[in-house]
Structure formats: structure tokens, C-alpha cells
């Protein structure tokens, strides 16, 4: 449920913020507290360098390349190398592969097979499904906003990863995606070590998202503005930022800070 004190330390801690402009919310769930951001329709993009470009390993350098005034919020959205680069399928763009699909057995949370890609359309509807091949049409295909490729996969149909724990003994700060039956997107970062078990019933049973994706854990950050919250004790790599709905038409984005 969500916790009506902390909704209001928040409100406070931001000066004037409504609730109507509140994209993230703490709720609470089996004694640990959870941040769950809305972009309420806004216009989600993805952060993520080639192997040409100079990677984003901050919230700051991001607003750099946006107007910070048109910033619902911001989460790490993906796993990345130790340059910052993703190590999984990244789209940002009509039909502009960053990273390719990434198959291969390893070890770590990513290669905990089956992992997964998180995909947004156009429209704003979003997607989760368990990696596979890609056909050339999907990568080339201009409907498609964002994707990036993460794993585990958390939830699937309301299933849960079949290699992870109820309750395992692995606690971090981590977060996540999810997606609801109608294909609106949930972004969640725990304010508690969790397990990954913890965070997979949350987004089933509380957020009812029967679809979520791992995003990351240890290096998990959120940048609120509102909240006057940005997360800063890591270098990142791929990051969603998610635009407010009134700054989300076409060409209204806002220009870069010189």
C-alpha cells in the first residue's frame, strides 16, 4: 500500500510539489520500502553510447543533453561494461541499434537465462519478452522508441524466474521494470536491500505487472527532480529518462543546457 507519511515527507522536501506532479511514490511491502515511478504517458528515452560515443555515467552529464525542467524522473536502465556501454540489445531511436542482441552464457544476473528486453513503442505502449534472435524488421523498425535488453527475467505471464528464490540471501538496492496488462510501464527502485524474489512478488502482487525486468543491482539510481533526489554514488551506463506528458510532443523535449 502506499504510505501516506512518506508521500508527504516527500511533498515537503520538494517546496511547492502537488501530488498531481509527483511521478515517483514510496509504497511499502513485507517490512521493505520500494520507490515506484509513473511517467504517466510521458516520453520515456534511452541513454545508451556505440561503441563510437562517449558513454553518460551520470544523471548530471545527462542533464546536459536535456532541459532538467522537462524531467519527470530518471532510472539506470540496463547492465553496461566497465566503460559504461551496454552489454545488451539498446535501440534509442527509430531504427538506431547501439548494441546488438546478446545470446551468449555467462556468469552474473544478466546471463541468468531467460533474460530480457524492455520495448516501447511510439505510442508509449510497452513491452516486455524474453530475449531472442531479432529479426532484421524488428531492429529496422521506426515504431520502436527504445529497448534495452536486461536480465533476469523477473516476471513472465506472472511467473516467476524459475532460478530465483522466494527470499534469497543476496540483499542490494535494486531496481527494476514492469508492465502492466495494458502496457503501461512501472519503474521501481528498492530503498531497502532486497532480495530478488522480494522484488519480483512486489511488482507481481502489489504492482500487478505479470511481466518485469531486472534492471540492476548495487549501481541502482533514480534522479526525481521533483524530490529534489539525485542519485550519485556510482558511475552508470544506459539510463531511461522519462519525460513529463506536457513536454513529450514532438520537438518539445527541450533543448541541451550549453
Not at 532538467?68 to 561494461?81: E, I, L
Not at 531486472?214 to 529534489?228: E, H, I, K
Amino acid at each position: 500500500m502506499i504510505v501516506p507519511l512518506a508521500l508527504a515527507a516527500a511533498c515537503a522536501r520538494s517546496g511547492s510539489a502537488s501530488a498531481d506532479e509527483a511521478w515517483c511514490r514510496m509504497q511499502s511491502f513485507e517490512g521493505s520500502r520500494f520507490t515506484v515511478c509513473d511517467n504517466q504517458g510521458g516520453r520515456l528515452q534511452l541513454f545508451a553510447a556505440a561503441r563510437n560515443e562517449a558513454p553518460l555515467r551520470s544523471f548530471d552529464e545527462v542533464s546536459r543533453h536535456v532541459n532538467p525542467s522537462t524531467v519527470a524522473f530518471a532510472m539506470n536502465g540496463g547492465m553496461f561494461d566497465q566503460n559504461g556501454r551496454p552489454i545488451g540489445l539498446a535501440i534509442v531511436g527509430p531504427g538506431r541499434l547501439v548494441h546488438a542482441i546478446n545470446l551468449r552464457d555467462g556468469p552474473g544476473n544478466f546471463h541468468m537465462k531467460p533474460n530480457g528486453v524492455f520495448e516501447v513503442d511510439y505510442t508509449g505502449k510497452a513491452s516486455i519478452f524474453e530475449s531472442a534472435p531479432m529479426p532484421v524488421e524488428l531492429v529496422r523498425d521506426v515504431s520502436v522508441a527504445l529497448a534495452t535488453q536486461s536480465g533476469p527475467l523477473l516476471l513472465e505471464h506472472g511467473r516467476m524466474h524459475p532460478k530465483i528464490q522466494p527470499d534469497g540471501e543476496s540483499r542490494l538496492i535494486r531496481n527494476a521494470v514492469g508492465v502492466t496488462p495494458a502496457g503501461k510501464p512501472l519503474f521501481v527502485i528498492s530503498e531497502d536491500p532486497v532480495s530478488l524474489g522480494k522484488l519480483a512478488r512486489f511488482m507481481r502482487d502489489q504492482l500487478h505487472t505479470p511481466d518485469a525486468l531486472f534492471l540492476d543491482g548495487s549501481v541502482s539510481a533514480l534522479w526525481d527532480p521533483t524530490d529534489n533526489r539525485e542519485d550519485s554514488s556510482t558511475k552508470l551506463g544506459p539510463i531511461i529518462v522519462a519525460f513529463k506528458p506536457a513536454a513529450s510532443a514532438p520537438g518539445r523535449a527541450g533543448r541541451a543546457r550549453p
